[in-house]
């Protein structure tokens, strides 16, 4: 660690005090998931999901704008969790339209994934996107 004129010095007097970890790969399945994160180090957890099902057990995406900010929507879902949770959504669209409603919506990332067809056409589609919203596409 290199310590320095930018280094911030904090009190840790009676705290034990460990970097957080990024887990760039999860998949949302179930609300118990977090706090075991948190217990092994993980604060920033990065993927998507709607619960169990089959899409979310297949792929970390949380597909569709209405998935993701609505009454029952993983963004709401995530307000009371001690973690920095950042939701992908589904990049596979040749249409640009539904991929901005995602990322208006709240996605940090559009995710492609070869389960849902990654065509020439689609993956152009995404990643304009990706560069027009800078996000990412993991």
Known sequence: MVVG?????????GKIETAG???A????ICPQQCPEALSNGITTPIGGGTGPVAGTNATTCTPSCTLIF???NMLLATDDVPLNILLTGKGNNLQQ???KD?????????KLHKD???MPKSIDSCLSVC?????QSP
């Open 70 to 72: 609505c009454e029952e």
């Open 116 to 118: 849902w067809g990654c």
């Open 25 to 28: 790969h999860v998949h949302f």
């Open 102 to 110: 995602q990322i208006l919506s709240g996605v940090g990332g559009l």
């Open 131 to 135: 560069d027009e919203f800078v996000v």
């Open 21 to 23: 970890a990024i887990y």
């Open 5 to 13: 004129s930018n280094t911030k010095v904090i009190a840790a007097k």
């Open 97 to 99: 339209a539904g991929l």
